[in-house]
């Protein structure tokens, strides 16, 4: 994807999309979004992260960065191919997932489809699923491994295994390997379910001018594939505990900052292999994306180092990152890299350097320009064109979320800027963000709905209630479709006949 083009779209992930089974997945209802992103000239559907989930439910604590989450495997193709059996559905919420209800339910109709693989498949299924598992071997391996000897642990950490197999001993992977046969065979079909059906959905997307643009969290999750395959790349102590965490520092927002809890990078230890993880964790993502967004770029440059001990961010000291070396190793191995930089909160100096040094575009968020003046660098007049234009993100309100909630002064500069009330704000940020000079914006679906706080996919730093949110096709309808159509081909981001002008 070309990312000096203008173009627009539309962040929605795939979770939220309707459907029968509990949450969005990539069956009827993820082609039909296609549609719709056509129908109203979008060019870019944004997804967030697509790698399992972790804690909270959250797609940036996964268990590993390399591999799809399972919950958005359709059973609809697993069906058709005869696997598995029309299952009876339970009367699953349609507007907001449970995610204690659906995944049980989906894992054993995930089980059955494996089941019924093994039992009946083709022969060329067969060979098309063990060609695939020796492609993706370097990953694959070791993650399935993982899931086979968590499964009948209930999800217990791996430093808390038997030393055997937390230290990687290999007469104890071996072990594994037999025990767990059944298991492993289980998480390799998942996967390559998972790799054949986001390979379909993004053909069909470029086939109709729609760019997949995914997400990549800068972090692993401490209890991962990743950290219990290289233990060697991170900081951990002798017992595999971690010695130093990531987060952020205390600001006006929060007095004791913020302690993600990930395990941080070895940067030298990944530097002697001249960042072979990094690399193929990258090609990892193009096989899936045209193009995608890495989270917390400032992390390159300089990243906040929190004592492993700490319960909070309070005591914490700035550490170099790796800079350019990474993305010139990661270049030289790739070739051009289609990334957007996610340049938002302490940004120095040294961050906007390493990402024009990079030439990623970085993101501008339009709710951030009325807290200041006129010449506040959120506010569109002041965007770059190497800027994606967002009008909110999954961490951020809804516009008309923030807008009932927004100070006085900030909801009477945003009226007075972008000529609009309470009924039309949303509106009015997209055709802000649409007639700027950034070469790319995204918006919400929530906000071209004009949907209200009830329905934001996120608050950062609240556990529970988060990633659940979906929306449902009755509140669609034709208009936000034509008005979103109408304000992209005035801005010049998509077919001009979707004017529809007298000649």
């Known amino acids: 994807m070309n990312l000096n083009q203008r173009s627009s779209g539309v962040l929605l992930h795939i979770t939220s999309l309707p459907g029968p089974h509990g949450m969005g997945d990539f069956g009827p209802d993820a082609y039909r979004f296609v549609d719709w992103l056509q129908a109203a000239g979008q060019r870019v559907w944004q997804l967030l992260p697509t790698t399992p989930i972790g804690p909270g439910d959250s797609p940036y604590q996964g268990v590993s960065a390399f591999a799809g989450s399972q919950w958005m495997v359709a059973l609809e193709p697993l069906i058709a191919k005869g696997w598995l059996k029309s299952p009876s559905v339970p009367a699953f919420n349609g507007e907001l997932i449970n995610y204690g209800e659906v995944t049980p339910w989906r894992e054993q109709q995930l089980r059955a489809a494996a089941k019924g693989f093994f039992a009946s498949a083709l022969d060329a299924d067969r060979i098309a699923f063990a060609k695939w598992c020796l492609q993706a071997q370097s990953w694959l391996d070791d993650y399935v491994l993982?899931?086979?000897?968590?499964?009948?642990?209930?999800?217990?950490?791996?430093?808390?295994?038997?030393?055997?197999?937390?230290?990687?001993?290999?007469?104890?992977?071996?072990?594994?390997?037999?025990?767990?046969a059944d298991e492993i065979a289980f998480w390799r079909f998942v996967q390559w379910q998972f790799d054949v059906q986001i390979g379909a959905l993004k053909s069909y997307a470029n086939a109709r001018g729609v760019h997949i643009m995914g997400d990549l969290p800068i972090f692993v999750a401490h209890d991962s594939a990743d950290c219990w395959s290289r233990p060697d790349l991170y900081y951990l102590d002798e017992h595999f505990q971690t010695t130093v965490v990531a987060g952020c520092p205390p600001d006006d927002l929060g007095p004791l900052g913020q302690r993600w809890g990930n395990p941080l990078y070895r940067w030298d230890k990944m530097a002697e292999e001249n960042y072979a993880w990094w690399t193929a964790r990258i090609q990892r993502a193009l096989s899936q994306a045209d193009v995608f967004r890495i989270d917390h770029f400032r992390g390159?440059?300089?990243?906040?180092?929190i004592p492993g001990d700490s319960p909070d961010a309070t005591r914490g000291e700035w550490k170099t990152g790796p800079g350019m070396a990474l993305f010139d190793a990661i270049r030289k191995a790739l070739g051009p890299l289609p990334i957007v930089a996610e340049d938002l909160g302490f940004i120095t100096d040294d961050v906007h350097a390493l990402r024009d040094g990079c030439g990623f575009p970085g993101m501008k968020?339009?709710?951030?320009?009325?807290?200041?003046?006129?010449?506040?660098?959120?506010?569109?007049?002041?965007?770059?064109?190497?800027?994606?234009?967002?009008?909110?993100?999954?961490d951020n309100d809804t516009v008309r979320g923030w807008w009932n909630q927004a100070k006085p002064r900030e909801r009477a500069f945003a009226g007075s800027y972008l000529a609009c009330g309470e009924h039309d704000v949303h509106w009015a940020m997209i055709r802000a963000c649409a007639n700027s000079v950034a070469n790319m914006a995204v918006y919400p679906l929530q906000d071209v709905l004009g949907l209200d706080s009830a329905h934001r996919m996120n608050v950062p730093g609240v556990l529970g209630g988060n990633w659940g949110w979906r929306f449902r096709w009755d509140w669609v309808g034709a208009e936000p479709t034509r008005v979103l159509g109408l304000i992209t081909a005035a801005a010049g981001r998509g077919p001009f006949e979707l004017l529809k002008l007298p000649s």
């Open 365 to 394: 968020i339009l709710q951030f320009g009325f807290g200041a003046e006129g010449d506040h660098e959120f506010l569109p007049h002041m965007w770059p064109t190497t800027s994606v234009a967002y009008t909110g993100t999954h």
């Open 300 to 305: 390159f440059a300089g990243y906040y180092e």
């Open 146 to 180: 993982f899931m086979a000897i968590r499964s009948p642990l209930n999800g217990q950490p791996w430093w808390t295994w038997s030393e055997g197999l937390k230290r990687r001993d290999p007469a104890a992977l071996a072990q594994a390997r037999k025990d767990y």
